[in-house]
């Protein structure tokens, strides 16, 4: 079992910057890719960014494209989005999730591809 806890959301001006973190508890993060998906009030859930591995591939969606980056540390078992240039569209509760497939060269873009997931932390974006 992995547990993964978020952390660093909270409440932004448009414009603003904030950076999430999430840390697991697993012996075996190293081996498999990880993701951050948002889900707002009323909306299907959707992928953010996901990272590999070994931080070889990264993904993004067309909307974040050029204002988020996300990056891991497989020393700290932790996994981390900076968002900048923040839109209040933006606006939801972010959660990590874990791909437990092994050293997979590519990164999944589904929530059901990911088989453990964060409890979420709130950003809100105001105009």
């Known amino acids: 079992q992995v547990q993964l806890v978020e952390s660093g959301g909270g409440l932004v001006q448009a414009g603003g910057s904030l950076r999430l973190s999430c840390a697991a508890s697993?012996?075996?993060?190293?081996?498999?890719?990880m993701g951050w998906f948002r889900q707002a009030p009323g909306k299907e859930r959707e992928l953010v960014a996901a990272?590999?591995?070994?931080?070889?591939?990264?993904v993004y969606a067309d909307s974040v494209k050029g204002r988020f980056t996300i990056s891991r540390d497989n020393a700290k078992n932790t996994v981390s989005l900076q968002m900048n240039s923040l839109k209040p569209e933006d606006t939801a509760v972010y959660l990590c999730?874990?791909?437990?497939?092994?050293?997979?060269?590519?990164?999944?873009?589904?929530?059901?591809?990911?088989?453990?997931w964060g409890q979420g932390t709130q950003v809100t974006v105001s105009p």
């Open positions: 999730a874990a791909d437990r497939r092994v050293r997979r060269t590519t990164v999944a873009g589904r929530p059901y591809d990911y088989d453990a």
């Open positions: 697993s012996r075996t993060f190293s081996t498999y890719a």
């Open positions: 990272i590999n591995w070994s931080s070889s591939v990264a």
